[in-house]
């Protein structure tokens, strides 16, 4: 059963906007971080946005502030990775995740602290 499902994605122009969604299948799964990384082509998963489930707070990898935006709506379980002025660098598979609170800039980026995963959805910019 899939306990997060992602949506969204797809293939852009540099310069262009892609949105990502994340369904938790129920409250359970959608735990107090939520959460995307990213794993381009040779290359570790790594960070790129977070978002507390209770407050709102966020943080963002250094090399997406200002474009992408990461929300979440409560009543259904769900949160969004709005990407704008896309460059051919973001081209990777996006993972969103779900854990536990997470405090630390250092914890929030550490991908093995999450205990929900999403299938993975391909983003591609083209210059």
């Known amino acids: 059963q899939v306990q997060l499902a992602q949506s969204g994605g797809g293939s852009v122009q540099s310069g262009g906007s892609l949105r990502l969604s994340c369904a938790a299948a129920e409250r359970t799964f959608a735990s107090s971080t939520l959460a995307w990384f990213r794993q381009g082509p040779g290359k570790e998963r790594e960070f790129v946005a977070a978002i507390t489930w209770r407050v709102g707070t966020t943080k963002y990898a250094d090399s997406v502030k200002d474009r992408f935006t990461i929300t979440r709506d409560n009543s259904e379980y769900t949160w969004s990775l709005q990407m704008n002025n ?42």
């Open 86 to 127: 896309l460059e051919v660098e973001d081209t990777a598979v996006y993972y969103c995740a779900t854990g536990p609170p997470l405090y630390r800039d250092v914890d929030l980026k550490r991908a093995a602290l999450y205990n929900y995963w999403g299938q993975g959805t391909q983003v591609t910019v083209s210059s």
